[in-house]
């Protein structure tokens, strides 16, 4: 019976301290060209772990002027539970030629495919699935796109996208009309200062990319669009604590929520090793995860006379 219970202490033993050494190993770039992109993932990642109940130990590398491969050969091993990352989509890509055992979250998209590999963005093709969803409710049939100058390679994936989803035509204009027919809409494309440049625009049926969207900085009343939904609510305190004192970007408080669900569905294959689908609701919108293909619908909004509602 003495042995039992010494056999018995010292398995548990043994799993407290495999669970105590157990990590998830997060590679993101912290230095070179975007560094500011991936300090803002970790901080996202972390300030939704610190507010988790997991405390799987979490280890960060640099990925900057690194070979993918040679991370992953020196810093995977029999703790390693989990890999996030990385975010430079060559170096996705460089993990899914490295055939890597562990299970990886990768937080860019590529058109390879692994089936451990899972791939997270904020991909301009998510961004279309909602507009066009919010097109097909105001019974859009026709969609005029006026983009600005020397901007158009930005919106090149994103119209592609839409045209791939929709039935109706999209003819490129050089000038915003005045007034628009009741079925046909206008799609600015551009930053906010060319968008507010832009006089007398039509109330209804206009729509703008999320990246034309400023911290303090006016909108056209009437535009429609599709948009992380931590930056338009206090249901994410960890978010608004990130973006304090309001001096983050819109671009970086978007990077910082991304974080957050990266953490969120890293923890949700953590708590479940075999968990196949899942779906919740989170800072970047509807997380939807099925055999590891994980897809994003934000959510979309308006700007009224009373400012910004849910749509």
């Known amino acids: ?14 799993c407290i301290f495999n669970q105590a050494q157990a990590e998830v190993l997060v590679i993101l770039p912290e230095s070179g060209p975007l560094a500011r992109a991936g300090l803002s993932i970790k ?3 972390m300030g939704a772990y610190q507010a988790s109940e997991l ?8 990925s900057d002027k690194k070979q993918i491969a040679q991370l992953l050969k020196q810093n995977v091993n029999k703790k390693t539970e989990m890999v996030v990352g990385p975010l430079a989509r060559q ?3 460089a993990v899914i030629k490295a055939q890597p055992k562990v299970r990886v979250l990768a937080l860019n998209e590529v058109s390879s495919q692994l089936a451990n590999v899972g791939q997270f963005s904020l991909s301009k093709q998510d961004d279309a699935v909602a507009l066009n969803q919010v097109l097909q409710n105001d019974q859009i049939k026709e969609l005029y796109v006026l983009q600005q100058k020397d901007a158009e390679i930005d919106n ?3 119209l592609i996208s839409l045209l791939t989803q929709t039935d109706y035509p999209l003819n490129i204009i050089e000038e915003a009309p005045k007034k628009l027919n009741k079925h046909i809409g206008l799609l600015l494309l551009g930053n906010n200062a060319w968008l507010n440049n832009q006089t007398k625009l039509p109330h209804k049926n206009i729509y703008i990319l999320p990246n034309t969207v400023e911290q303090g ?4 009343v009437g535009v429609k669009f599709c948009d992380a939904p931590a930056l338009y609510s206090s249901e994410w305190p960890d978010v608004i604590q990130a973006n304090q004192p309001n001096s983050v970007s819109m671009a970086y408080q978007r990077l910082i929520a991304f974080g957050g669900d990266a953490w969120h569905i890293a923890s949700q294959y953590l708590a479940e090793p075999d968990l196949k689908s899942m779906q919740f609701q989170g800072r970047t919108g509807l997380i939807q995860v099925n055999n590891n293909q994980i897809q994003r619908i934000p959510h979309c909004y308006e700007n009224t006379k009373k400012g910004i509602r849910a749509l």
Request: proline residues 3%; aromatic residues 14%; glycine residues 6%.
């Open 1 to 14: 019976m003495l042995n039992n219970n010494k056999k018995l202490i010292g398995f548990i033993l043994y």
């Open 43 to 45: 901080q996202g990642f």
């Open 55 to 62: 405390k799987t130990a979490i280890k960060f590398v640099n």
């Open 91 to 93: 170096d996705v890509e």
């Open 156 to 158: 090149e994936l994103f």
């Open 217 to 220: 900085q006016i909108l056209p």
